[in-house]
């Protein structure tokens, strides 16, 4: 049994999320990284390798591939071959190889905002035209879904070639369904859309759902799918900037293997070795971590329930990255920064999330000891008490 409560003193670690962003707040709940330590298994691997006194250029990293198909096929039942799996580092950099690969400079690529922000930052300070499908937010339920219509709309538009997606949703935490996966697939697969799929969330779900990848949609050879993704967050090693690149269609992936190389794409080895112990034994650790999350999210939903503070809360599906309206609050994202701060409060600011329609809203990381979300829930209502009611 993980003991996840067991204090982690993150100060003065050089830390973005604690000793950055966070530096003297008492609730840094900012930043996608998690409070916890990583599986005992991955720091052996670690530790091991680092024993051997040098970290030199690895001769063979097929095993990384080989590790990650076996993880996804018991994890998800999806039948991926170790070849059509290709390591890179930070999935953000891999993500302007899969657009040089994929796309031209004027090509249109789709985004579906509110999104993890440099997704949107990439693709339009890259010269792709950015087409923006944005969800369709239901403020009275909490709930966010995507505008079909219009995303057939774009999709058809000849200049557009790839659709990104963020699954399961950072920021609105939308697990997306089976059907709506498929619909989304079929339009764009009806019209020469590629569908990139970042999936670096896959590992948290809530209340029993279940992570649908945009591989279990398609047809394995014919597909038009790319899935970006990484153990980093689940594990805690997201500075290992370790990422898997899945390209079931050889066509693609020989497009993608010509980019990624003229751009002279590599990975560290340590990120493999790191990544590959927790592929082969580290499914407990996430098993575990979820009923943890779980009962941080029910906690954090009852809470809401229960005290009228005039924010409305998304209904989190999947993720630890919820997503908090504060419009009701009638302040922009940098001067709810500031008064959080004033609490001792820090999440990521909304209008970090693609396009200018993210005022009034901020992003709380969960992923954090329970203690640490009773007491920020309380400074929060005691803000609310003091500067709003
Ligand atoms: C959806 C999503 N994609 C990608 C990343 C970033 O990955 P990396 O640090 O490997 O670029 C994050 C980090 O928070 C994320 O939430």
């Not at 930043?31 to 006194?53: G, L, N, S």
């Not at 557009?160 to 609105?172: E, H, Y």
Request: proline share 3%; glycine share 8%.
């Amino acid at each position: 049994m993980i003991d996840f409560d067991l204090p982690l003193n993150r100060r003065n670690t050089n830390t973005w999320k604690w000793d950055g962003e966070g530096k003297g707040a008492q609730f840094p709940m900012g930043t996608a990284d998690m409070d916890f330590r990583m599986p005992e298994e991955i720091r052996a691997a670690i530790h091991e390798k680092v024993d051997q006194c040098i970290l030199s250029y690895a001769c063979d990293k097929s095993y990384f591939g080989k590790a990650f198909a076996k993880y996804q096929k018991k994890r998800y039942g999806l039948d991926i071959k170790p070849e059509e799996v290709m390591p890179g580092t930070a999935l953000m950099a891999v993500f302007k190889v899969i657009l040089e690969a994929f796309t031209a400079a004027g090509d249109g690529v789709i985004v579906q905002t509110p999104v993890f922000g440099p997704i949107y930052t990439v693709t339009k300070n890259n010269g792709r035209m950015l087409f923006d499908n944005a969800l369709l937010y239901n403020r009275e339920e909490g709930t966010w879904s995507i505008n079909f219509e219009e995303l057939e709309e774009m999709a058809k538009n000849p200049r557009v070639r790839m659709l990104v997606i963020c699954n399961p949703g950072n920021p609105c935490t939308r697990g997306f369904t089976k059907e709506e996966m498929q619909r989304m697939y079929d339009i764009c697969n009806a019209n020469d859309v590629i569908v990139l799929s970042d999936e670096i969330h896959s590992d948290v779900y809530y209340d029993g759902r279940k992570h649908v990848s945009i591989l279990s949609v398609c047809d394995a050879e014919k597909n038009n799918c790319v899935v970006l993704t990484s153990s980093g967050k689940v594990f805690g090693v997201p500075g290992l900037k370790t990422a898997a690149v899945v390209i079931q269609n050889k066509k693609l992936r020989d497009r993608y293997g010509i980019a990624s190389t003229n751009a002279r794409m590599d990975v560290v080895d340590l990120g493999l070795v790191a990544s590959t112990a927790g592929y082969e034994h580290c499914e407990g650790y996430i098993l575990e971590l979820q009923q943890y999350l779980q009962k941080n999210k029910d906690y954090i939903v009852d809470w809401f329930a229960k005290n009228d503070i005039k924010v409305k809360l998304t209904k989190p599906e999947a993720s630890y990255l919820f997503w908090l309206d504060f419009q009701d609050w009638k302040m922009n994202c940098q001067e709810l920064t500031d008064l959080l701060g004033e609490y001792g409060i820090v999440f990521s600011a909304g209008d970090e999330f693609g396009g200018d329609h993210n005022e009034g809203f901020m992003r709380m990381n969960i992923a954090t000891r329970y203690e640490q979300v009773v007491g920020a829930l309380e400074q929060l209502k005691k803000c609310y008490e003091e500067k709003i009611k």
